[in-house]
């Protein structure tokens, strides 16, 4: 019986299979230099999936991502899908798979390089050094709860209605991956909610209050209206590192951390289900951006936030730390040279291909892991 990590890779659409062939590229470097091999399998996903069989994701390939310990995205969607019904729809293939995976943590982590600093539309002091978390609970919340729906009233209006609820279990696991995050990070848990005027908010806080003291009270925890934290993430991020919210707020929260950053192409993410007996996890890992059909199938794309969500994917599947800093420390390293993709070029910096870039780093990588 093969005892390799497995993974399954879905490239998409659009840039997604320039990208992820790049990863495939880091994927074989650890196993020629670092004895680590993954069995890798491939499948498709959104447009692309849609073309070959009708649907945006098919049960087989559902049923593969089920069964491997990591699955590996890269992007979906495109002008040609553009008209097609819900559930023929690329996106609909992706919100397939974080339904039937149940993945309730969505880890997004906003880290500003310094090679990147002026990239931030905000103050370079503000954003230096910034390395924050947002965890989004993502399967639960308004965008989920019922009764939902628009209805006709008898005075000739309309009623839009939707539902914020959440159970308790619902907030524990997502606040525990918060504080297991934390424990491997700056030890900082901010909880952000409007529990002043929502009982949903008040009941998140007082469940995130109850699990910290049963489990967590090496973990510093702080609480923040949702409000005042979307100020606070402008005015002085750094003051924060691990921000646990609720599925609505922090789609929400989690963009606008992002956003400090300056720079889509760099921005990795990760999204986690519930650890089952044998302590395996579900995940997801993919890039923030999309399939950019604008620069698609011209070697321009960034690879680095799939670089770094299969970094995340190192990290939180697989447990290789030391082996995920290889990668992140080559990623900084090669920035620091001045290597820029498009999106990320600046003035007196040497613009480079998809290829080029990740060249650098794959070269790179050598240079940290004899170090
Ligand atoms: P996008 O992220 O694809 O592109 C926005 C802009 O950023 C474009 O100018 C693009 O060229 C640039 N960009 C994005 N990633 C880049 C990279 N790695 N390197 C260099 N430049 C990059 O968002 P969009 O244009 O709003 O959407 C395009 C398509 O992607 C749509 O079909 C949309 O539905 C889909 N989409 C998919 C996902 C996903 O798969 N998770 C997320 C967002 C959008």
């Known amino acids: ?113 310094d090679a990147l600093v002026d990239a931030s539309t905000l103050k370079p002091d503000v954003v230096r050094g910034l390395d924050i978390m947002i965890v989004r609970e993502l399967t639960g919340g308004v965008y989920f709860g019922e009764p939902r729906g628009i209805t006709d009233l008898p005075n000739g209006e309309r009623r839009g209605v939707n539902t914020q609820v959440y159970d308790t279990h619902e907030i524990h696991r997502v606040a525990r991956v ?28 007082q469940e995130v209050i109850a699990l910290h003291k049963a489990e967590y009270q090496d973990v510093e925890l702080s609480h923040m209206l949702a409000d005042a934290a979307a100020m606070q993430l402008v005015r002085n991020p750094k003051q924060f590192d691990v921000i646990v919210t609720d599925n609505l707020f922090g789609d929400i929260l989690s963009d606008e951390a992002s956003m400090l950053t300056g720079s889509i192409g760099m921005l990795p993410s990760a999204s986690l289900g519930a650890t089952d007996a044998n302590g395996k996890r579900k995940a997801l890992y993919e890039p923030v951006h999309g399939s950019a059909p604008d620069i698609a199938g011209r070697d321009l794309a960034n690879p680095i936030a799939m670089f770094l969500s299969f970094a995340m994917a190192l990290r939180w599947s697989f447990d290789l730390q030391a082996e995920a800093d290889v990668l992140e420390n080559a990623v900084e390293n090669v920035l620091n040279t001045g290597l820029r993709t498009g999106d990320i070029m600046q003035p007196g910096m040497a613009k480079v291909s998809t290829s080029v870039m990740a060249d650098s780093i794959l070269r790179e990588m050598d240079k940290v892991a004899a170090a």
């Open 1 to 113: 019986m093969s005892t390799k990590r497995s993974l399954l890779l879905l490239p998409g659409d659009g840039i997604g299979p320039e990208v992820m062939r790049q990863v495939r590229r880091v994927i074989d470097w650890y196993a020629r230099k670092r004895g680590i091999e993954f069995a890798v399998e491939e499948g498709l996903v959104g447009g692309c999936s849609y073309d070959a069989h009708g649907t945006p994701l098919t049960d087989e390939t559902m049923a593969r991502a089920l069964a491997v310990d990591a699955v590996l995205l890269a992007a979906v969607g495109g002008p040609k899908w553009d008209n097609l019904g819900f559930d023929k729809r690329p996106e609909a293939g992706l919100l397939r798979l974080r339904k039937e995976m149940e993945l309730f943590a969505n880890l997004r982590p906003a880290k500003v390089f």
């Open 178 to 205: 918060a504080f297991e995050l934390a424990r491997k990070r700056g030890n900082k848990v901010c909880s952000s909610d409007k529990g002043n005027v929502m009982e949903s908010g008040l009941l998140w806080r």
